[in-house]
Every structure is written in C-alpha cells, then in structure tokens.
C-alpha cells in the first residue's frame, strides 16, 4: 500500500520560513515525479512546485519563485519543499503528491498527473 506522509507544518510569523518534508512508503517513485500542491480556504487546491526525478527537473508556481525550493533524497524516497520569507497568502493545508511513471515538464504542475497523494499539512503564516 502506498502512503505519502507530509510533516513540518505550523504556524510562523511573515517573513519566516518553515520546511516540509513527504515520505513515501510502498514503492519507489524514482523514476517519476513528486510535487506539492496547497489549498486554502474557500480556494481550490493549486501547484505549488514539482521535481522530475530523471533530470533533475524542477518548476515552481509564480507566486512562490525565489522563496521556495523543493527538493528530494531518492535513496529516502522523501522530498522536502523549503519555505522562506513567507506571506500570509501562503496560509494553507498543504499536500504532497507522486507519479511512478514518467511525465513530460509541461504537466508537472497538473493535479491530473499525480496518482497519489498524502493527508495534507497546515502551514499558517500570521503575525
């Protein structure tokens, strides 16, 4: 069975910075993708950032370029997403997503690419 576990969420101050991690179990997803998704209240779920394990290939939302960096560790089948100078607009329950098979860069940012997911996390950035 797969499961994806995301941890390191909390609540922060703006301008702070937190780091989520994701361990999957059940399979190796090193030949795929992972990514992070967030969704707020009243919002629907949007990407965040993904990384393509073959190539090293990373992409990022706009809103989140320059503060926020996602990266992995193959061998833990884990990947983290590295938060900083956060905004209140960053306030969300954040979830990590996996595809085993390969995709092309154009989707890593697409919900419909991932095959699993895991609970979600809560991330409030607030003063």
């Known amino acids: 069975q797969v499961q994806l576990v995301e941890s390191g969420g909390g609540t922060v101050q703006p301008g702070g910075s937190l780091r989520l991690s994701c361990a999957a179990s059940g399979r190796s997803f090193s030949s795929g993708c992972v990514a992070w998704f967030r969704q707020a209240p009243g919002k629907e779920r949007e990407p965040v950032a993904a990384?393509?394990?073959?190539?090293?290939?990373?992409v990022y939302a706009d809103s989140v370029k320059g503060r926020f960096t996602i990266s992995g560790d193959n061998a833990k089948n884990t990947v983290y997403l590295q938060m900083d100078n956060l905004k209140p607009e960053d306030t969300a329950v954040y979830y990590c997503?996996?595809?085993?098979?390969?995709?092309?860069?154009?989707?890593?940012?697409?919900?419909?690419?991932?095959?699993?997911w895991g609970q979600g996390t809560q991330v409030t950035v607030s003063s």
């Open positions: 997503a996996a595809r085993a098979g390969r995709i092309v860069l154009s989707a890593l940012l697409a919900s419909t690419s991932y095959d699993y």
């Open positions: 990384l393509r394990w073959s190539g090293g290939n990373r």
